[in-house]
Structure formats: C-alpha cells, structure tokens
C-alpha cells in the first residue's frame, strides 16, 4: 500500500520530468535542422558560378517563405563579361613581353540586382532526399566599363614604353608591348545600365533541414540600349543570352 502511495505521489514529478526531457529533444532537434514538419520563414545564401560568357561570378540571395511551396527572393550577382573572340595574346617580336586581347576596348563587370520567385518541384520527404526547385528573376543589369590600357613601344631602338589607352585606328599589333596595370583607366570607368531575366532550376541536398546546400543551373538574359563597346573589328551586341552553373550555401531561420 505505502509503495502506491509513493507511485502515485511521483507520478506528477515524472510526468513533468518525461515532458522537459521531451520539449528539451524538440528544441535540440530543431536548432540542430532535424526536424522536417517546420516551416522557416526566411534564408540567405552565398553562391559561386561559372557561366558560358567567359567567367565566374558571385551572388547573395535572401529569400522569405510566401506559403508551403513559395518563396520570394531579392538577389545580387557579380561577374566578369566576355566577349566570344577576346583571345589573350603576345607579341613576339619582343622579349618579356606581356600578354594582351588584342582588340579589347574594355573590360566588363556585370552588377545584377534583381527579384523574383522560388517554387517547389519535387519537396523534400527525408534527410537524404533532394528537393528540385524552380525560379525565375528579373533586374537591372549594370555594365561598368574599364578601358584598356596597353603599353606602347615608341622607340624599338631605345626600348621606351608608353603607357596609353587603346585605340584602334591607332595602335597596331606589332607596335604593342603588353597591357598594363590593371587599375590603369579604373577613373576612367563608366557604368552601361541595362536589365536582366532568368530562369533557373535548383536541386538542394543539405542534410539539415535549417541550412542550404545546393546545386543551380539555369539562363541569363542581359539588354542594354545600346551596344556594347568590348571589341574593335568584331560585331559588338546589345543582348546577350548566357549559361551558367552555381553552387549555394546558406541558412534558414524563423
């Protein structure tokens, strides 16, 4: 009879103990990304992309949940830009020349800040599931144009060297001794404003449910109002139609 009594007083004290425990195992779970049925609010993530104009690029992305299968994202992208027959070179008829494009007017750095929508495929049901997205965003694109630089032989008897912007009608091939420093004409920079649309498709593999990994291929599509000053003796263009591939890593929170 005395061991019913003591049961029956303990009950509350276990109860409560089995409940702190219980409540303690879901909070671990949840900051540890375990747990599949919760919905976070918001994310952010980094990215790194190779892409067929040429180059590599950067993002940020910061995305906030809409319903179940929606999500609305505010992103920003940066990368070099590339024309198709910008061929790196050397002249020959100097020793220790440097290398150069001939025929490069300026280099190219692409801003893209943009919007846009996030939709689920194919949701993730377990931890070694990968869930398919899709998205697509529209932006400005900003074109900040750097002149080239080159240095120039003057004086092949003497060797003297001239540093000064490339101009076509001007300076030729033979005359050409490399480009030069790289911050040479960065005052000189001016910015082509312009817009953007894509459309990219995702497949996020984080083994935790509160983080991001992820895998991103999709199109761009860059229009500027006018052409592109990037090569002489080449036709330059005003649209431009790129792939690329990005990995993403990231976060997600309440």
Request: net charge negative; aromatic share 6%; hydrophobic share 10%.
């Given at each position: 009879m005395f061991k019913k009594i003591l049961i029956l007083l303990a009950m509350p004290f276990l109860s409560s103990v089995l409940l702190a425990q219980e409540l303690k195992d879901d909070l671990t779970r949840l900051q540890n990304g375990e747990d599949l049925n919760v919905l976070y609010r918001n994310e952010s993530s980094f990215g790194v992309y190779v892409h067929s104009a040429g180059g590599i690029g950067l993002s940020y992305r910061r995305g906030q949940q809409m319903n179940v299968k929606r999500k609305r994202m505010m992103e920003v992208e940066v990368q070099n830009f590339k024309h198709p027959k910008e061929v790196k070179t050397v002249n020959s008829y100097f020793e220790n020349s440097k290398g150069f494009n001939y025929g490069k007017l300026n280099s190219f750095l692409i801003i893209r800040p943009g919007v846009g929508y996030q939709n689920i495929l194919y949701q993730k049901s377990d931890k070694k599931s990968v869930e398919i997205r899709y998205s697509y965003y529209l932006g400005a694109a900003l074109a900040f144009a750097k002149p080239v630089y080159l240095e120039i032989i003057?004086?092949?008897?003497?060797?003297?060297?001239?540093?000064?912007?490339?101009?076509?009608?001007?300076?030729?091939i033979d005359e050409i001794y490399g480009k030069a420093p790289f911050f040479k004409g960065m005052d000189k920079t001016r910015i082509i404003p312009g817009g953007y649309a894509k459309i990219a498709l995702s497949f996020e593999y984080a083994d935790r449910y509160n983080s991001i990994k992820a895998i991103e291929t999709g199109l761009i599509f860059d229009l500027y109002p006018k052409v592109l000053p990037m090569m002489a003796h080449n036709r330059n263009q005003q649209a431009f139609a790129s792939l690329y591939l990005k990995i993403m890593w990231g976060k997600k929170w309440f």
């Open positions: 003057k004086d092949r008897s003497e060797g003297s060297v001239s540093t000064e912007r490339y101009d076509p009608q001007i300076h030729t």
